[in-house]
């Protein structure tokens, strides 16, 4: 599933890997484009009884709204399942220390980290 909003060159999709609930951002993640990340990845995390990963590498700026999507899609998940974010740009990064959600959630340099991370099987999560 792709998603095109207002905000030029933001995309945002939702695959499956493992089992897991990957959600791919590229883009700009902010005001214009927060509701459309929302509308995609609200619905991916309430059925994410696998984990659900946020994969943001491809994200070059995100605000204040992206970190709140985050944030309430994370509070979707079904009991027992956890999320795992990808960040590497320091644009993405920056705003994820500064509100302290990666006291919340979990950042990792790449995908299969994190798949690996919300996996089920993985003890000591």
């Known amino acids: 599933m792709r998603d095109q909003p207002a905000s030029k060159g933001f995309e945002v999709d939702v695959s499956d890997l493992d089992g897991v609930a990957v959600v791919s951002v590229r883009g700009s993640l902010d005001l214009a484009s927060a509701p459309r990340l929302s509308e995609t990845a609200y619905p ?7 984990g659900l990963v946020f994969d943001l590498t491809g994200v070059q700026f995100m605000s204040s709204s992206g970190v709140t999507v985050l944030v309430r899609t994370i509070d979707l998940l079904p009991d027992g399942a956890s999320a795992a974010i990808v960040a590497s740009q320091p644009a993405v990064q920056r705003p994820i220390t500064l509100s302290g959600l990666d006291r919340v959630i979990t950042t990792v340099p790449d995908v299969a980290s994190a798949i690996e991370f919300v996996s089920p099987a993985t003890p000591n999560r």
């Open 44 to 50: 991916a995390a309430e059925v994410a009884s696998n």
